[in-house]
């Protein structure tokens, strides 16, 4: 681990541990993040959008996004700052339930470090923060935040990725939501992966939600790269009560000046 990004890293978790001591609601991004990062100088484009085809149908909170039949995405820019350091901006990120139609639900800021080159190397690690400036129907909070710790294996053609998030809205440590991500992929050449993931929501740290009440959901994932997009689409399935029954995502990204940089590579 270099000097730098090992010094980065520990000042990312230390503040957002602080910030996460002093939230469930809709979700924009269905990913599990594997530490990969855009390289230095590149700018990157990821299309996020999700679809609740059978999901809850009473809201988290009185004006809320209802889940049930809601279309849910983002537009999230990336830019590649540092070997093991990418800056991220989400905006716009939009909504649409049947009830309050199509909203503009906020906008979100983040930094991402994590090892470099971490998609060649066998053990991988790194850590994402999250700031979230929310408009009213998509929290119940104004502001809160996300701490996404990146911990995974690539073992031949195998990966296994955890993400044991944690979600705040600057209302003390016990109320910090406790969201575990987690993938299991089987990468089929170069380009083709298929992957299942689980994605939870425990509760707070204070006390987890009885099991029943909890969120859990196993989707079916396809992945392929290595062309112009890379394309991210999978179909997930709510295993208990708090969860939403029938959920599809899908993510398309495309580095948006790959061209430019490699020409100016060439002497």
């Known amino acids: 681990m270099s000097g730098r990004f090992g010094r980065a890293l520990r000042l990312g978790v230390l503040l957002g541990l602080h910030w996460a001591a002093t939230a469930a609601a809709q979700t924009d991004e269905i990913q599990v993040y594997d530490g990969a990062l855009a390289g230095p100088g590149t700018f990157n484009l990821t299309l996020h959008n999700n679809y609740v085809a059978d999901g809850l149908k009473t809201p988290a909170f009185e004006g809320a996004v209802t889940a049930d039949k809601s279309w849910n995405g983002v537009f999230e820019w990336a830019l590649g700052v540092r070997e093991w350091f990418e800056a991220g901006l989400y905006l716009p990120l939009y909504t649409h339930d049947d009830r309050q139609g199509w909203l503009l639900d906020g906008v979100k800021l983040r930094v991402l470090f994590a090892v470099p080159d971490a998609r060649h190397r066998r053990f991988v690690y790194g850590s994402n923060f999250e700031f979230s400036f929310n408009a009213r129907p998509w929290d ?123 020409r100016a590579l060439v002497p």
């Not at 089929?188 to 006390?207: C, F, K």
């Not at 991210?232 to 709510?238: K, L, Q, S, T, V």
């Open 140 to 262: 119940a909070a104004r502001s809160t935040a996300e701490i996404r710790p990146i911990v995974g294996w690539h073992l031949g053609q195998v990966d296994i990725l955890a993400n044991p998030i944690l979600d705040t809205a600057y209302d003390g440590f016990g109320t910090i939501e406790f969201a575990p991500v987690l993938r299991l992929a089987l990468n089929l050449g170069r380009a083709w992966a298929i992957a299942v993931e689980e994605y939870a929501d425990l509760g707070p740290l204070r006390g987890f939600h009885p099991v029943s009440d909890q969120s859990h959901q196993l989707f079916a994932v396809l992945d392929h790269g290595g062309g112009v997009l890379d394309v991210e689409a999978g179909i997930g399935f709510g295993l208990t009560s708090g969860s939403d029954r029938l959920t599809f995502k899908l993510m398309i990204a495309r580095d948006l000046n790959a061209g430019e940089r490699s």
